[in-house]
């Protein structure tokens, strides 16, 4: 079992950056695929961007590309999700996922989930 807490969360205007980052608790954080999941109001969850337990394979939503970074330290026990170029579109609350898994891929049914934190990005 693993605990993910999110933080990085704040408001910044359109155009800025943030980056969140997800301590997992545990020793097997490198044995986990890492993702970040983004809820809007009124909207269903949906995925942001991936990245396998090494940190050798990521993948992104379409309309994150370019604009978003996944990354981690599994030294760290952190995932870090890197924000530019932030759009209003891009306000929701953000939420760490995570799976444990002997493959190094991204695609995934991720079982752990943090509590989220709110990013708010005002035009």
């Known amino acids: 079992q693993v605990q993910l807490v999110e933080s990085g969360g704040g408001l910044v205007q359109a155009g800025g950056s943030l980056r969140l980052s997800c301590l997992a608790s545990g020793r097997t954080f490198s044995a986990y695929a890492m993702g970040w999941f983004r809820q809007a109001p009124g909207k269903e969850r949906e995925f942001v961007a991936a990245?396998?337990?090494?940190?050798?394979?990521?993948r992104y939503a379409n309309s994150v590309k370019g604009r978003f970074t996944i990354s981690r330290e599994n030294a760290k026990n952190t995932v870090y999700l890197q924000m530019n170029s932030l759009e209003p579109e891009d306000t929701a609350i953000y939420y760490c996922a995570g799976k444990s898994t002997t493959w190094d891929g991204t695609t995934l049914p991720f079982d752990h989930w943090g509590q989220g934190t709110q990013v708010t990005v005002s035009s």
């Open positions: 990245i396998s337990r090494s940190g050798s394979t990521s």
